[in-house]
């Protein structure tokens, strides 16, 4: 069993990762080329954080592991992680790749006290696997590139009383504009996303084709396993698709159902 490395703060990171200590022990904004060049080439890396990451890579020929699912991060790819969730680097990186990308920690005591505390884990693609991490366009890498320049500029310069709220700020503007890229990835995959629908519809079918006085109605963590997808994810792809919470759509099914039943029998909703 591979060991995992407990990380309760930015300085436990940068020293993990061969880094300098960063500018400031609440935030730091990490060059991934400048990490990639550090790493030791014969040794695995599985961490948990007691911080949040986001991070966008591209062109690392390597692949990352989040549970038993491998992702490739050849592409420029972006990735959410909430504290207390469990990333596996690979041991290498090809020596024809020419990675780059950053990767933004955000220890909770940053946003402490703040709007932001309360809403970032509203964001649902926090709970997503890394193997649902999202595909960027050129475009909205640049944008995403451009916020995160100014979070960077401004931990850099002299901190003062309105240094907090300009970088919580520009997090607020990054997470929204992940939140607009994913509805654009949800939209523009329909034909992987419904058949992911399709899997779903004939799930709720073989099972309510059971007993559910006695088995009862699958939560939505049951439903996800079964689909091989995170709940965050699998919700969220359904509001895309049909407005409904996975549990919305799992209730709305049953109700089919029972309809169904009526119509073949004496028995009326009376």
Not at 165 to 193: D, H, M, P, V
Not at 229 to 250: A, D, E, F, N, R
Request: hydrophobic share 40%; aromatic share 10%.
């Amino acid at each position: 069993m591979k060991e995992v490395r407990k990380l309760k703060s930015l300085i436990e990171f940068h020293r993990s990762r061969g880094l300098p200590p960063p500018l400031h022990p609440l935030i730091s904004v990490v060059d991934y080329a400048q990490l990639i060049a550090l790493r030791r080439a014969d040794r695995p890396l599985s961490t948990v954080a007691d911080f949040y990451s986001i991070a966008v890579k591209r062109g690392l020929g390597e692949k990352m592991l989040y549970g038993q699912q491998s992702y490739d991060f050849d592409e420029g790819v972006m990735y959410f992680l909430a504290p207390g969730q469990v990333l596996q680097t690979g041991a290498t990186v090809s020596a024809e790749a020419s990675p780059s990308g950053w990767i933004l920690l955000i220890h909770p005591d940053f946003i402490w006290n703040t709007t932001l505390a309360k809403t970032i884990r509203q964001y649902e693609y926090f709970d997503y696997s890394v193997n649902e991490a999202l595909f960027l366009s050129e475009k909205e890498e640049a944008i995403l590139n451009n916020i995160v320049v100014n979070i960077t500029q401004e931990y850099h310069s002299n901190i003062d009383q309105y240094s907090q709220g300009i970088i919580i700020s520009q997090i607020e503007t990054l997470l929204n504009y992940a939140e607009r890229f994913y509805q654009r990835q949800f939209i523009t995959r329909k034909k992987t996303n419904h058949q992911v629908l399709a899997r779903l519809e004939q799930f709720l079918d073989d099972y309510f084709k059971r007993d559910i006085t006695t088995q009862g109605l699958p939560s939505v963590q049951f439903v996800a396993e079964a689909l091989h997808v995170s709940p965050g994810y699998l919700s969220s792809l359904l509001k895309v698709l049909t407005g409904h919470s996975t549990q919305h759509h799992i209730h709305l099914k049953l109700i089919e159902k029972a309809k169904e039943q009526l119509s073949t029998t004496d028995l009326s909703i009376s």
